[in-house]
């Protein structure tokens, strides 16, 4: 241990052998005591990050007054995509349960949000993401949910357009698979559009480059090199997904090779 290593040679210097002995044990037990330090700020930090995933999601879905089976499922889907078990579980539905309450303080919750995320931008999307996945499994948004996501994103540095481009991603990628039924494709493809930034007017070349540009800014290896913690890689593998569905949507309307 390197802090062992480091108390033996200056004990050594100071008190020859019997200092080294002296050193070396007690680098041993700092050292010890400053891992365990560690692990328990990382629990912490860990805690407060689910808490605030889940407390907010569930003002959301509770933000048209109705949490619908859908939603309830989608939460317990997102619950086994972040590998949560036991007691991390148990956490994060006991949070899901306080941000229905009326007298919840989203505000607070989120400004814990942000300093956990410390502006790292593609965690605040992921973050985002898993709160459109869980309101929008009901087939649609609703304007009280679509208002408080904007009032969310808003507080943790994003605006209206990040919001629309996420809420069309996942109506594009997942509008045929809802309990309401499919979508029209038209409005499939207006999503797919909005999803990847750009307008039916664009050409098949600047389709194909906001497409690339976002599937590399969003790549799991790439994020995780940029500090994405493990139980959010699912997240981003999803978020991928979704993005390359999007674009064969748009690949197939408009035979892009």
């Known amino acids: 241990m390197l802090i062992a290593f480091i108390g033996a040679m200056i004990g050594l210097n100071i ?11 007690g680098g041993y037990y700092a050292g010890i005591a400053l891992q365990r330090s560690v692990i328990g700020g990382l629990r912490v930090v860990q805690s407060q990050f689910f808490d605030s995933i889940f407390s907010i999601m569930g003002a959301l879905c509770k933000a048209d007054n109705v ?28 949070a899901f349960s ?11 919750a989120v400004d814990e949000f942000a300093k956990i995320s410390r502006g790292r931008a593609p965690l605040v999307q992921l973050f985002l993401q898993l709160q459109v996945m869980a309101v929008i499994a009901d087939g649609r948004v609703d304007p009280a949910e679509h208002i408080m996501l904007v009032r969310i994103a808003r507080r943790l540095g994003l605006n209206e357009g990040d919001v629309s481009q996420l809420e069309a991603l996942l109506h594009a990628t997942t509008g045929s698979r809802s309990s309401q039924g ?76």
């Open 98 to 108: 306080r941000g229905k309450q009326s007298d919840f303080d989203l505000d607070t």
């Open 67 to 94: 949490v619908s089976r859908d939603e309830i499922d989608a939460v317990e889907k997102i619950f086994k995509m972040m590998n949560l078990h036991g007691g991390q579980r148990d956490q994060a539905k006991a």
């Open 15 to 25: 008190g020859g052998l019997p200092g080294a002995l002296m050193g070396g044990l």
């Open 182 to 257: 499919g979508r029209p494709p038209k409005d499939l493809l207006a999503d797919a559009y909005t999803a990847l930034g750009i307008t039916p007017d664009s050409t098949n070349a600047k389709i194909k480059r906001a497409y690339r540009k976002l599937i590399s800014q969003n790549h799991p290896d790439k994020l995780a090199g940029r500090g994405l913690p493990e139980s959010m890689r699912p997240v981003a593998e999803e978020r991928s997904r979704e993005l390359n569905a999007a674009y064969d949507l748009l690949k197939d309307a408009r035979d892009i090779k």
